[in-house]
């Protein structure tokens, strides 16, 4: 049984920033790509980052140069650092991970999802 716990989503104004926090826990045998998704009212699930195992990035590009992810291996966590936040960045945040289990089998997992609202 793996878990995603997702934290740090809240309401912040035009500007602010916002520190969102995933960590898995559970039968973990390695976790390859990690990421975060964003869904916004009315609007598709869309990827806004994901970083690789050997840590290598890729961002969406209304977001480049204002988000930035991170993982700690060691925790298991993700972590998405968000500045210089936009009324177009509220959304509800989701955590995904691509996670092996000591099994042997691989699966994609999310988090429950964690609602970032920005006031202009």
């Known amino acids: 049984q793996v878990q995603l716990v997702e934290s740090g989503g809240g309401l912040v104004q035009s500007g602010g920033s916002l520190r969102l926090s995933c960590t898995a826990s559970g039968s973990i045998s390695s976790i390859n790509t990690m990421g975060w998704y964003r869904q916004a009212p009315g609007k598709q699930r869309e990827l806004v980052a994901t970083i690789t195992s050997g840590g290598n990035t890729r961002y969406k590009d209304s977001v480049k140069g204002r988000f930035t992810i991170s993982r700690d291996n060691a925790k298991n966590t993700v972590t998405l650092q968000m500045s210089s936040l936009k009324p177009e960045d509220t959304a509800v945040y989701y955590c995904?991970?691509?996670?092996?289990?000591?099994?042997?089998?691989?699966?994609?997992?999310w988090g429950q999802g964690t609602q970032v609202t920005v006031s202009s």
């Open positions: 995904n991970c691509d996670i092996r289990n000591r099994a042997g089998w691989g699966k994609d997992y």
